[in-house]
């Protein structure tokens, strides 16, 4: 027989103000199975609390409904007393007499009756509810990080800083990320490459960190605390264990013209390369698509220079297995092709670059050492304009977001720009200056004030190329409210910054949420704004939005103490709300299967003493089922229910309405 | 024989008459009958879209209407503003069930949207694929031109399907031709336009500036698709030359005049004996 305990919360005036509590309070305890009904001012308080327990202990109480806020908000508060009380915690439920009623309504009396139908919906379902425990799954103490930049190395310094270990992964053959290739950082304008490569090689020896550069991620599977990850290694061409980086191969290579992906292509690398002299680790590979060896069969010059005979033209990809317990994704961004802009030359213009190619030629270790010259024709140019919101908050061609950092680096180009070319003029095209953050808008105003950067609020309509190579920008300036032209040498595009390319298939891979524009999506944009909704899976950095380097490095830290808290423990407590299949009725139509987004649910053999196959049935692994329901709605035989959900007590919450 | 819709508007009964001759000797080259919509009426591209909005959408709907009722499914507006304005209506009238039926009662005409518009890029490029482009002779061979779109023939949301700030329509009928398209800046720069009679100064302005980026990137001449462009290029070539702008002497040519060039058409058939700057000099065996 159900003995209920009801206990109804004015959550200060939020509930008390459009519901009459003890009205609800007195037409609960009336319901049939239910033993006490009670309001009180602040449930979740100590008193409150401690109400609760006294009756569990003293009525003998089977089932709880409070009728409060959210479940969000206070669940496990008040599932946590009755735990104290004894009181199995999967037998309390809520009844959101807040969310779902007090804050929606201000007819009182209409209020107060939706608030007894909430309360008695949920009595019927507690009455139903049966004792659920925790389900425990062992931890595999290692995690994964996918992405060799800031936020990857950020992430998995702290996370072996704390005693874990870590496999960092990064598709390119050197660690570093975009950061690597920066001049200077805004706000303090200090060398990136000073700030950065220190942690590097930190990352590099650390005894912790096994890092896996020139690597991807090819499968994942399993779940949280046991991820199993196949990771390709590509074939480098060149054995790292007799490399001593001694760089004789990359002088006598002699395909000399290939485009450097790391100074945006302004400048050249060789075929067999590391992608900057900082590189972590310093041992060249081979690009495959360039070599002449490779792709001639002949040539021969690296192997032939070689001191260590490292080089191995024979080398081939390689897949191996690993085992995790928790994965950061920390994928990181790239510059939006602004090639759809036909009003800023379509991409064909040569001295119309992008922001990289600015740090490239800003960056001492870039193609110039560090003189602002331009591509075309290698003089220094004596009026740059820049362009911001270049494919950020432009629907109709680019994206509808702002893309964050580029107010900033906008500011810091100009003003780099200033301090190397004397005499030259600067000139910003804004909408808005949106310097939000920690001395930012210090550093506009000094850019402005101090080194004369003109900004001029307004779109630039066109740029083309006059017969003497200067650039001719025309645009509006709508504070004076009439139009600009302004003849110039180079022109600067802060394109959006948009995912990188291959990231959906990442995120499909892993069972990860993404947005519209390809950016990660959080489980909760203000609450866990460093988890995914996939349990184990965690993310830093410009894979989840637009980030400058102090947010990033603070997110990759958030990532790694979440990573170091999952793995405070040998096994894993996870809520017991998962899917159950009943193999007595189960026919093995895989319907489920194929619809479950979390791979969840496998063939199951039921087989006789001797291990022969009776039946094939459908099963639940407890530990990838995320309680989402949507195999209960595909099950053709009406075999799966919902532990915490079940058809009954759903069927009892909407029958007792009528 | 391929069947077309034709709709002339006021332009190609005027000023743009060599823009008519040369679109119909074309089509009779590549086999293709235009048949002029009976009973067409004015597009409304003059005042009627500056001062009602009602009646800048009956007017074009009128003549989709009869376009429908008269069998065309396929309707050519050479002219750039007629075909904006065509154009331009048949997708605002997808969009709205309800402007359709008021249309309707308005008009005493019934239209169901089966009528497809082509403008002149549009179709010449169909003739090309369709034919013609094997019976174009190589006289024009490096003839450098310049593909000018100005702003009708560029852009118009669902109106024009090539890039509106950077379009490629006019370079592949060009290059057909064995003409090269030169690379230049001012391919959809505003002409003047419409101030031709009442701000005749914006308009040498506008259009000097055309034409001197046309010549700095070695034109020799421009190809253009919408009358009033050309009128405004060629008619007052002299008048600019005359205010001290500059010593212009670029013949402008419709692309149907260029192409019906290099389909071996005389040059009179084509109307270029009507042009303003001496445009015969370009006809093959002339130069």
């Given at each position: 027989m159900a003995r209920v305990g009801v206990f109804i919360c004015h959550c200060g005036e939020n509930i008390g103000r459009s519901v009459d509590c003890a009205a609800v309070a007195a037409a609960a305890a009336k319901m049939?199975?239910?033993?006490v009904g009670v309001d009180y001012?602040?449930?979740?308080?100590d008193p409150g609390q401690q109400m609760i327990k006294q009756a569990i202990q003293?009525?003998?109480?089977?089932g709880v409904i409070v009728g409060a806020c959210s479940p969000r908000m206070h669940e496990t508060t008040f599932r946590r007393a009755a735990a104290e009380a004894?009181?199995?915690?999967?037998?309390l439920e809520m009844a959101?007499?807040?969310?779902?009623?007090s804050w929606v309504h201000q007819d009182r009396e209409a209020a107060t009756a939706k608030a007894i139908d909430l309360v008695r919906v949920m009595v019927e379902k507690v009455k139903r509810n049966r004792r659920l425990f925790p389900i425990r799954v062992p931890v595999e103490p290692t995690a994964l990080v996918i992405g060799g930049g800031i936020a990857g190395i950020q992430a998995a310094l702290d996370i072996a800083n704390g005693g874990k270990k870590v496999i960092l992964v990064e598709?390119?053959?050197?660690?570093?990320?975009?950061m690597a290739r920066l001049s200077e950082t805004f706000p303090?304008?200090?060398?990136s490459q000073c700030i950065l490569t220190p942690r590097m090689v930190e990352a590099a020896s650390h005894p912790n960190i096994t890092l896996m550069t020139y690597c991807e991620v090819e499968a994942v599977e399993g779940f949280v605390g046991n991820f199993d990850v196949t990771v390709r290694k590509k074939a480098?061409?060149?054995?790292p264990t007799k490399c001593?980086?001694?760089?004789s191969c990359y002088q006598k290579?002699?395909?000399?013209k290939i485009p450097s992906e790391f100074d945006a292509r302004l400048g050249n690398r060789t075929?067999?390369?590391?992608?900057?002299?900082?590189?972590?680790?310093?041992k060249p590979v081979i690009d495959a698509e360039h070599c002449i060896m490779l792709t001639k069969?002949?040539?021969?010059a690296c192997a032939k220079v070689c001191p260590r005979g490292?080089?191995?033209?024979?080398d081939q990809d390689e897949h191996v297995k690993i085992k995790v317990g928790a994965i950061v994704l920390a994928t990181g961004f790239e510059l939006w092709?602004?090639?759809?802009y036909g009003e800023y030359g379509a991409g064909r213009l040569?001295?119309?670059?992008d922001g990289f190619q600015f740090e490239r030629l800003a960056s001492a270790s870039g193609p110039t050492g560090g003189e602002i010259r331009r591509?075309?024709?290698g003089t220094a140019p004596q009026t740059v304009v820049f362009i911001k919101c270049c494919g950020s908050r432009?629907?109709?061609?680019?994206?509808?977001?702002?893309?964050?950092?580029c107010c900033m680096y906008i500011a810091k180009h100009a003003m780099l720009y200033k301090h190397k070319v004397h005499g030259g003029r600067a000139v910003v095209f804004y909408m808005?200056?949106?310097?939000?953050?920690?001395?930012y808008d210090e550093f506009v105003r000094r850019a402005i004030e101090e080194d004369g950067v003109e900004y001029v609020r307004g779109r630039v309509s066109r740029v083309y190329r006059r017969a003497d190579g200067k650039l001719i920008v025309r645009g509006a300036d709508t504070l004076a409210g009439q139009p600009v032209t302004i003849e110039a040498d180079m022109v600067v595009l802060a394109d959006a910054i948009v995912p990188r390319q291959g990231a959906e298939s990442l995120a499909q891979m892993l069972g990860v949420a993404y947005d519209t524009n390809g950016f990660y999506s959080e489980?909760?944009?203000?609450?866990?704004?460093?988890?995914?909704?996939?349990?184990g899976v965690f993310l830093a950095g410009a894979c989840q939005a637009p980030k400058d380097i102090p947010d990033t490095v603070a997110q990759a830290g958030a990532a790694a103490a979440k990573v170091l808290g999952l793995f405070a423990n040998p096994e894993l407590e996870r809520e017991p709300v998962v899917a159950r299949v009943n193999q007595v009725t189960?026919?093995?139509?895989r319907a489920c299967i194929n619809a479950c987004p979390y791979h969840a649910i496998e063939d199951f053999d039921i087989t006789d003493s001797k291990g022969n196959v009776l039946r094939t049935v459908a099963r639940v692994n407890e530990g990838l089922c995320?309680?989402?329901?949507t195999c209960v709605a595909v099950c053709r035989s009406n075999s799966i229910d919902l532990d915490g959900f079940t058809d009954e007590q759903i069927y009892a919450e909407i029958e007792t309405l009528e | 024989m391929t069947l077309i819709g034709y709709y002339p508007g006021c332009s190609l009964h005027g000023t743009g008459r060599e823009l008519d001759q040369s679109i119909r000797a074309l089509s009779e080259v590549a086999g293709v009958e235009l048949k002029e919509i009976e009973d067409w009426n004015c597009c409304?591209?003059?005042a009627a879209h500056c001062l009602s909005h009602d009646l800048a959408v009956a007017l074009p709907y009128r003549c989709l209407a009869l376009a429908e009722q008269q069998g065309m499914k396929e309707v050519l507006a050479p002219c750039a503003a007629c075909f904006s304005r065509l154009k331009g209506t048949a997708v605002r009238l997808e969009r709205s069930a309800e402007l359709m039926a008021r249309m309707k009662e308005l008009t005493g005409h019934d239209f169901h949207g089966g009528v497809k518009l082509l403008n002149i890029i549009e179709y010449i490029n169909f003739l090309l694929a369709h034919g013609l482009k094997e019976k174009l002779?190589?006289?024009?061979?490096g003839l450098k031109v310049a593909p000018y779109y100005g702003c009708l023939l560029a852009r118009g949301e669902d109106v024009?399907?090539?890039?509106?700030?950077?379009?490629?329509?006019m370079e592949a009928a060009i290059r057909a031709t064995g003409a090269e398209p030169v690379e230049w800046?001012?391919?959809?720069?505003?002409?003047g336009g419409g101030f031709s009679m009442s701000k005749t100064e914006a308009v040498l302005d506008l259009s000097h500036a055309i034409l001197a980026d046309a010549e700095a990137a070695g034109a020799q001449l421009i190809v253009a698709g919408c009358p009033m462009c050309h009128s405004n290029l060629d008619m007052r070539q002299q008048t600019i030359n005359a205010a001290g702008m500059g010593n212009h002497d670029l013949p402008i040519l419709y692309l149907s005049e260029l192409v019906g060039l290099a389909a071996g058409l005389d040059p009179a058939r084509l109307g270029l004996d009507r042009h303003f700057v001496d445009a015969m000099r370009l006809a093959p065996g002339r130069a």
């Open positions: 049939p199975g239910v033993v001012k602040y449930m979740c308080s003293e009525k003998k109480l089977t004894g009181l199995n915690p999967y037998l959101n007499l807040r969310e779902h009623c598709k390119s053959p050197s660690l570093g990320g975009h303090t304008l200090d060398c480098r061409f060149v054995d001593t980086g001694c760089g290579c002699p395909a000399k075929a067999i390369y590391t992608p900057f002299p900082q590189a972590v680790p310093n069969g002949k040539c021969g490292a080089i191995n033209y024979k092709d602004h090639s759809a040569k001295d119309v670059i591509p075309s024709d432009d629907e109709k061609i680019g994206k509808s977001y702002c893309s964050k950092i808005d200056i949106r310097a939000a953050g920690k001395g489980a909760h944009p203000k609450l866990r704004p460093v988890e995914t909704a996939t349990a189960c026919v093995h139509c995320q309680g989402c329901g | 409304g591209a003059t002779n190589p006289a024009l061979t024009i399907t090539d890039n509106a700030e950077h379009p490629t329509g800046n001012f391919a959809v720069e505003c002409c």
